[in-house]
């Protein structure tokens, strides 16, 4: 019984680390597509550096928001399958 359970904890804690790296993943693509946006848009006429750069953060910030609470939830599974596997000993 206490095997199954750790095995199950194990399980669950690489499911966590799965969407902790995606997570993180997904942060990093949109800081990076948000800097390619940002130097693209400082680069037209139409807009100064401080424009641009309030157009770019806006259009990334619920994919990052998004992207953490992916990785929040990661980190929940993980702490929770440790909570599990300390309970079951």
Do not use: H
């Not at 966590?16 to 800081?31: E, R």
């Not at 992916?70 to 980190?75: I, K, T």
């Amino acid at each position: 019984m206490v095997e199954q359970v750790l095995k199950d904890a194990r399980r669950l804690a690489s499911i966590g680390t799965f969407f902790i790296v995606i997570g993180w993943v997904f942060v990093i693509y949109a800081l990076l597509a948000g800097v390619i946006w940002w130097i693209d848009l400082a680069q037209r006429e139409a807009f100064n550096i401080i424009e641009a750069f309030a157009i770019s953060a806006s259009a990334i910030g619920i994919p990052i928001f998004i992207a953490f609470v992916l990785a929040g939830f990661g980190y929940f599974l993980r702490l929770f399958a440790l909570y599990v596997a300390s309970k079951s000993q």
